[in-house]
């Protein structure tokens, strides 16, 4: 390959990189910080959890200060073994610009000391954040006192 066609196939591949991680014109993101997870509630029982099986609830103060409502159902969840399951579950994060909707996924060994994490997509959302899409992941011991998050959100610019 001449030196020439290496240039240009290394400068797209820069500029697909770049474009990649830059906003679409007429969005805004956000780089993810929640300085504090409270958990207020874990419940199991469709008629506790609006017919799932479990439900948690968490007041998140940061970028999307507000409640974090998350919803599983016991179908969505394998257990490898005694101690290590994977599962997918709902959320949706409610603030006073609007909600974002969340699919999440885990997999979680109860064995291990230090905690669990969770990835999450952002799936759309209302008010503000209609239209919402990008990624958060969080990181929790097991007693939920310490959470760490990180990620980014995109929604279309208000007109």
Request: hydrophobic share 40%; glycine share 12%.
């Amino acid at each position: 390959m001449s030196h020439k066609n290496l240039l240009v196939g290394v400068s797209v591949f820069v500029v697909l990189c770049l474009f990649a991680t830059t906003p679409v014109w007429g969005e805004n993101c956000k780089q993810v910080v929640i300085g504090q997870t409270i958990l207020d509630f874990i419940k199991s029982g469709p008629e506790n959890c609006n017919g799932y099986d479990l439900c948690a609830s968490s007041k998140l103060r940061g970028t999307f200060s507000g409640t974090l409502l998350e919803y599983a159902y016991d179908a969505d969840t394998y257990h490898v073994d005694e101690f290590t399951y994977a599962f997918r579950g709902y959320g949706v994060i409610e603030t006073t610009q609007g909600k974002l909707f969340l699919v999440q996924w885990s997999i979680t060994d109860l064995a291990a000391s230090d905690g669990y994490a969770v990835h999450i997509n952002v799936v759309g959302g209302t008010g503000r954040y209609e239209g919402a899409t990008g990624w958060m992941a969080y990181f929790a011991n097991f007693a939920n006192t310490e959470t760490t998050w990180g990620g980014e959100v995109c929604w279309p610019d208000e007109e």
